[in-house]
């Protein structure tokens, strides 16, 4: 079971969660990587930032 | 168009082309007015970054950081941001039917990130339409044409063309592959179609 996808669905795409209306990713460096790990990434980068365990970037000058 | 737009804009700076520069020009270009950045502690061996347009402005999420969000992992290098900055940036361009606004989409997006296909969805396709064009934003034409003369005698290596560029290394030989004029020449029109 796609248990990590699933969810990512519904945080990104149900009404009353975020609703996304688009959501595009940058592969990381394994090839072994498979989509359920990938889910699994943006659910914990959301659930991170909904916690406040994150940084704001300000400066983009470079 | 805007992508024509901005890539005629590029062209004009010195490199390295800043992210500042790149991401006012294209918020001009598409309308928007503004997109925040956030680094998280994502594993860069399974996902540098992600964009995110988010609809629902009560949700807390929206409400603290606007509706276009890029996510970028904490421990890309300087060169890594900035190219995952620019190619997440890249899909402020995209058309309605290169927006992955489904579960279902999401889903055979991440199987054609992964496992490709004869036959890839739209969605699919810009994220790797978005890869050239953040290629082509942080190269100029001028100075692309110089580095492959450079290159082709031996002035110049990879890693030198990476550093002035502020690049990865990893992605230089694309800006020399035959194809790379051939999706910028397909690009820039298609991108205007999907507009």
Not at chain 2, 141 to 164: M, N, P, S, W
Request: net charge negative.
């Amino acid at each position: 079971m796609s248990m990590q996808i699933e969810l990512a669905k519904h945080t990104l795409f149900d009404a009353d969660r975020l609703s996304a209306s688009n959501v595009k990713l940058f592969p990381g460096s394994s090839r072994d990587v498979g989509p359920e790990q990938m889910a699994e990434e943006v659910n914990k980068a959301l659930a991170q930032i909904e916690a406040g365990d994150y940084d704001v970037v300000e400066n983009l000058d470079d | 168009m805007p992508f024509r737009d901005l890539y005629d804009f590029c062209q004009k700076h010195p490199v390295p082309v800043g992210r500042n520069t790149i991401r006012q020009k294209v918020l001009e270009l598409t309308g928007h007015s503004s997109v925040s950045v956030i680094k998280t502690t994502l594993d860069t061996d399974r996902c540098r970054g992600f964009f995110l347009s988010a609809q629902n402005t009560d949700h807390p999420f929206v409400r603290q950081h606007g509706t276009t969000v890029i996510v970028l992992a904490r421990s890309l290098n300087k060169c890594w941001e900035r190219f995952v900055f620019v190619k997440e940036l890249m899909h402020l361009f995209d058309g309605s039917i290169e927006m992955t606004d489904t579960g279902e989409a999401f889903e055979r997006q991440l199987s054609e990130l992964q496992f490709g296909g004869p036959d890839l969805q739209p969605q699919t396709l810009s994220e790797f339409h978005c890869f050239w064009m953040a290629l082509a934003c942080l190269c100029p034409e001028h100075i692309r044409t110089k580095f492959a003369v450079d290159r082709d005698a031996g002035r110049i290596d990879d890693y030198a063309v990476a550093l002035q560029l502020r690049i990865p290394q990893l992605y230089v030989p694309r800006l020399f592959e035959d194809r790379y004029d051939r999706m910028m020449e397909r690009l820039l029109e298609t991108v205007v179609a999907a507009s």
